[in-house]
């Protein structure tokens, strides 16, 4: 049995051990590696919208799923007589597919709840940082 006088029974190899100095570096770096790929991942969406093409105009309230040039998801709505939108159909908090819902006149993710405003894709509520990825339309 050990007493508290005795030595410790394992050989700690000092070049091995790691001390706070080196801790404290080493979450440092990871940390910065972290926020690094979260700027990275937040502005990639703007690189990624292409253009969808319509041949003919939706009516108000209605949404159609479209294919992006770019080979995004998308769907497009009519939000009044003079807006019509689209957005990438993928929720920036997870992937789910975002839905539109006529009644509410709003996208929402089902997954989370996450809701996002009609014009803009804006986040209103749910756990989405930034907002959905805007397509740019072109009516035929």
Do not use: K, Q, Y
């Amino acid at each position: 049995m050990l007493t508290p006088n005795d030595p410790f029974p394992i050989a700690a190899d000092d070049e091995r051990m790691l001390d706070r100095r080196r801790f404290l570096c080493a979450a440092g770096a990871a940390a910065v590696a972290v926020l690094a790929g979260e700027w990275t991942a937040a502005r990639a969406p703007a690189e990624r919208t292409g253009h969808v093409v319509l041949a003919d105009a939706l009516a108000v309230g209605e949404a159609r799923g479209v294919v992006a040039t770019n080979g995004a998801d998308a769907l497009a709505v009519r939000v009044d007589a003079e807006t019509l939108v689209a957005f990438e159909r993928r929720c920036p908090h997870l992937g789910c597919p975002v839905v539109w819902s006529a009644v509410r006149g709003r996208f929402e993710c089902p997954c989370h709840r996450a809701v996002f405003e009609a014009r803009t894709g804006r986040v209103l509520s749910g756990p989405p940082t930034r907002g959905l990825t805007p397509i740019t339309l072109e009516v035929a």
